[in-house]
C-alpha cells in the first residue's frame, strides 16, 4: 500500500510538472494564436474621438469665465439694475434678459414660467426659440464662405438651385439685403396651418418651396425694393448646403455652435426645453415643424449662448474686417438692411418672432452694449422695450457720450405679397398702431410705435431667478 501511495505521489508531481510546462508554451505562443484567431474574426478599429472629429474646426480653447471686478461703480450698476427691472416689470415680461457691456454681464435675470400649467419657472439656461435672429447666423455662413473664395455674393442664386426660375439678374447680395423681389412664402404657409388646411405635423420640403416661388415669380426687378422676406434667408440655406457639402444644421453646428462652445444651442425647433404662448394671456397656439423655417428661423438658444455669439462676432472671431463692416452697415442699395440685421450709424440689431416666441439681440457700436431679451411668449413690445433701455443705459453708463438717436436711413417700401395679376396685400414690414398676429416679418425701428408702460403688474403669477455673476461691487449682478 505504501508503495503504491508512493507512485500516486510521483504521478501526481509529474502531472503538475506537465501542467505547468503547457502552460507555458501556451503563453509563449499566444500571439502566433492571436493572428491565427485574426483570420478568423477581423479586428475592428474604432476611431477615436479626435478621429471622428476631423471634419469640423479645431476648437479653441473655451474663453476664460468673466472678470470679477466691474468697470463701474456700485452705485450705477444698482442704478442700471433697477431701470431695466423697471422696464421689464411694466411690459410684464416674461422669460429671460440679459444686458453686457464687453463680456462683462451687467444683469441677468429670469423672469416668469416657462410653462404656466405646471409652475415651471424660467431660468437663466431656459432654451427659447430665436426665430428671425437665425437669419445673422445664415448671413454669417454665406460671407464666410465668400471670405473663403466658395461662392461670390455677385453670384446669381440661380447657379446653385438649378431648378429655381427666377430672373438670373438675382444675385446672392440681394437675398442678403432683402431686396431680391421675391415674395415671402412663410406667413401664406402659417395661414394655411393655421387653417388646418394643412396637417399640424406636416414639413415643407426644399421641393416644395421651389415650386412655390417660381409659380409666383417676381413683383419687382432685385435691387429696386426693400421688403423683409423670410425667402431669401431659406434660400441661402440651400446655397450653404450647396456649397459647403454639408446640411445647413450641420455646417452652423460646425462653425459656429461648436468654435463657440454654444452647446445649448440647436437648429430644432423642437428642442426648447419651454412652452410658447401666443400672448399675456398664456393662450396655446400651434408649434409648426422646423422645416418651415429652415434658415430663416429655426434655431433655438439660450441667452447666455447669444452672449457668446455676440462676443465672438463683434470681435472679429466670425468675419473678417471688411466682411463684418459691410453686414452691420448700409448696403450699396442704400437701404438700412445689412447682413442679417437692421443697421443705424449707431447700433444694430435683429428681432425674431415664432408666434410662439419672440427674441431681440442688440448691438451698440461705440460702447458695445449687448442686450439679449429671449421670451416664451409673442411679446412684440420687447423690441421697442429693448431699444428704450439701450438708450437709457448709454445715458447712464457712459454719461460722456452722446446718446444715439440714429434712425434707420431710408424707410422701406411696402411689398405685394400677391402677384400683380391681384390687388396687392400688404407685407407686415410695419407695425402699425394695433399688434398683428403674422410671424417672421420683423419691423424697422423708426416704424414702431411708442413702448406700452402701464402694464397691470402680476407679481403673484410671476417668478424671478436672478444671475449669480459676482461683482466685487454689487451681489446681484
Not at 234 to 260: A, H, T, W
Not at 371 to 399: A, C, H, V, W, Y
Request: hydrophobic share 30%; net charge negative; with cysteine.
Amino acid at each position: 500500500m505504501k508503495s503504491n501511495k508512493k507512485v500516486m505521489l510521483l504521478l501526481s508531481f509529474f502531472a503538475v510538472m506537465i501542467l505547468m510546462i503547457a502552460v507555458s508554451n501556451i503563453k509563449t505562443s499566444a500571439p502566433n494564436m492571436e493572428e491565427t484567431s485574426s483570420s478568423l474574426f477581423p479586428k475592428i478599429n474604432l476611431k477615436t474621438d479626435s478621429e471622428l472629429s476631423t471634419t469640423r474646426p479645431t476648437r479653441p480653447p473655451e474663453p476664460k469665465s468673466q472678470k470679477t471686478k466691474s468697470s463701474f461703480d456700485k452705485s450705477t450698476l444698482k442704478k442700471a439694475k433697477e431701470l431695466v427691472d423697471k422696464k421689464l416689470e411694466q411690459m410684464n415680461f416674461n422669460g429671460t434678459f440679459l444686458v453686457a457691456v464687453g463680456d462683462e454681464i451687467l444683469y441677468h435675470k429670469a423672469w416668469g414660467y416657462s410653462d404656466i400649467d405646471k409652475k415651471i419657472p424660467n431660468t437663466l439656461d431656459t432654451k427659447y426659440e430665436i426665430g428671425s435672429c437665425t437669419k445673422q447666423f445664415t448671413a454669417a455662413a454665406i460671407t464666410k464662405l465668400s471670405q473663403q473664395k466658395k461662392l461670390s455674393l455677385e453670384d446669381s442664386v440661380t447657379k446653385y438651385i438649378k431648378t429655381l426660375k427666377i430672373p438670373k439678374e438675382i444675385k446672392i447680395h440681394h437675398l442678403l439685403h432683402m431686396c431680391s423681389g421675391l415674395y415671402d412664402y412663410l406667413n401664406d404657409y402659417i395661414n394655411l396651418l393655421e387653417a388646418d388646411e394643412l396637417d399640424s405635423d406636416s414639413k415643407l420640403s426644399q421641393k416644395e418651396l421651389i415650386e412655390w416661388v417660381n409659380n409666383l415669380g417676381t413683383y419687382a426687378k432685385p435691387g429696386e425694393i426693400f421688403s423683409y422676406c423670410n425667402t431669401n434667408y431659406y434660400l441661402m440655406g440651400m446655397i450653404i448646403e450647396k456649397v459647403s457639402g454639408k446640411s445647413y444644421e450641420q455646417y452652423i453646428r460646425d462653425e459656429f455652435f461648436y468654435p463657440l462652445y454654444m452647446d445649448n444651442s440647436s437648429l430644432c425647433m423642437a428642442d426648447t426645453d419651454s412652452k410658447g404662448y401666443l400672448d399675456n394671456e398664456w393662450t396655446k397656439g400651434l408649434k409648426v415643424d422646423s422645416s418651415y423655417f429652415y434658415s430663416a428661423g429655426e434655431i433655438v438658444s439660450t441667452t447666455t449662448d447669444m452672449l457668446k455669439w455676440l462676443n465672438a462676432y463683434n470681435s472679429g472671431k466670425v468675419l473678417n474686417k471688411d466682411t463684418f463692416k459691410n453686414a452691420t452697415h448700409v448696403g450699396k442699395e442704400g437701404f438700412n438692411y445689412g447682413y442679417g440685421w437692421f443697421v443705424t450709424d449707431d447700433y444694430y440689431y435683429h428681432t425674431g418672432n415664432t408666434e410662439l416666441y419672440y427674441a431681440v439681440d442688440i448691438v451698440t457700436r461705440k460702447r458695445d452694449i449687448k442686450i439679449i431679451g429671449l421670451t416664451n411668449i409673442n411679446d412684440r413690445k420687447l423690441q421697442q422695450t429693448s431699444l428704450n433701455l439701450m438708450t437709457e443705459l448709454q445715458r447712464l453708463l457712459f454719461p460722456q457720450d452722446n446718446v444715439p438717436t440714429e434712425k434707420p436711413t431710408e424707410k422701406p417700401t411696402k411689398a405685394p405679397t400677391e402677384p400683380p395679376t391681384e390687388p396687392p396685400t400688404e407685407v407686415l414690414t410695419e407695425v402699425p398702431t394695433e399688434i398683428p398676429t403674422e410671424v417672421l416679418t420683423e419691423p424697422e425701428i423708426s416704424q414702431i410705435p411708442e413702448e406700452t408702460t402701464q402694464v397691470t403688474d402680476t407679481s403673484e403669477e410671476n417668478t424671478t431667478t436672478e444671475t449669480e455673476e459676482t461683482h466685487d461691487n454689487s451681489e446681484e449682478w
